[in-house]
């Protein structure tokens, strides 16, 4: 852990809306797939989103599909998680992942080789 940055992260009311925001300065996240995963509080590792790095095709899991959105900034080198109406059970410590190679397969944390320390969500009632 330590080669990504996550930030975004925060309190919010159930209802609202987050970005996170994923970047590092060593190396080109261009081209490699990113995903996103959460830890809640006592409960394992979730994947919820992940990005191809070949043609940008972006995938969520069942229970954000609808509400949350994956993007690149390459200019910035920079993935983002934008976060719409937002649940108590979003809640957790959301890690941003990213594969040293090319290939597309970014749903197990198993398939992931750098991370972030993560950033905290807070979703109240």
């Known amino acids: 852990q330590g080669h990504l940055t996550e930030s975004g992260g925060e309190l919010v009311q159930a209802g609202g809306s987050l970005t996170l925001s994923c970047e590092t300065a060593?190396?080109?996240?261009?081209?490699?797939?990113v995903g996103w995963f959460r830890q809640a509080p006592g409960k394992e590792y979730e994947w919820v989103s992940c990005?191809?790095?070949?043609?940008?095709?972006?995938h969520y899991a069942d229970s954000v599909k609808g509400r949350f959105a994956i993007s690149r900034d390459n200019a910035k080198n920079t993935v983002r998680l934008q976060m719409n109406n937002l649940k108590p059970e979003d809640t957790a410590v959301y890690y941003c992942?990213?594969?040293?190679?090319?290939?597309?397969?970014?749903?197990?944390?198993?398939?992931?080789?750098?991370w972030g320390k993560g950033t905290l969500v807070t979703v109240s009632e």
């Open positions: 992942a990213a594969r040293a190679d090319y290939l597309d397969s970014c749903r197990d944390t198993r398939d992931m080789h750098y």
């Open positions: 990005i191809s790095g070949r043609d940008g095709t972006t």
């Open positions: 060593r190396f080109a996240l261009d081209g490699h797939p």
